[in-house]
Nanobody, 121 residues
Framework: QVQLVESGGGLVQAGGSLRLSCAAS????????MDWYRQASGKQRELGAS???????VYGDSVKGRFTISRDNTKNTVWLQMNSLKPEDTAVYYC???????????????WGQGIQVTVSS
């Protein structure tokens, strides 16, 4: 079983910055992709950013150029640095991590509990 602990959310003024972190622990053979999703009130969950275990990244259109995803494979941790925050970035942010139980098993997704980010205007 995989446990994900998210931290770093909170309230910030527009134009400010926050850094989210997500640490994975538990029993797994390896970690594949690590992602940050977000869900604003009344809207569908959308991809913020994704990073593979080799460091390749993908960003959602709404955060490109403002957010940066990074990871430390030795700490099983992924971060999301959020700069130039806008009120429309207000959402619950979720960490998603793909892990494998062994070298022959397919990756399985685990989700964090979510963390609130609120950007005031």
């Amino acid at each position: 079983q995989v446990q994900l602990v998210e931290s770093g959310g909170g309230l910030v003024q527009a134009g400010g910055s926050l850094r989210l972190s997500c640490a994975a622990s538990g029993s797994f053979f390896s970690i594949n992709a690590m992602d940050w999703y977000r869900q604003a009130s009344g809207k569908q969950r959308e991809l913020g950013a994704s990073i593979t275990n080799s460091g390749s990244t993908v960003y959602g259109d709404s955060v490109k150029g403002r957010f940066t995803i990074s990871r430390d494979n030795t700490k099983n941790t992924v971060w999301l640095q959020m700069n130039s925050l806008k009120p429309e970035d207000t959402a619950v942010y979720y960490c998603r991590v793909y892990t494998r139980g062994s070298s022959i098993q397919a990756p399985l997704a685990s989700w964090g509990q979510g963390i609130q980010v609120t950007v005031s205007s």
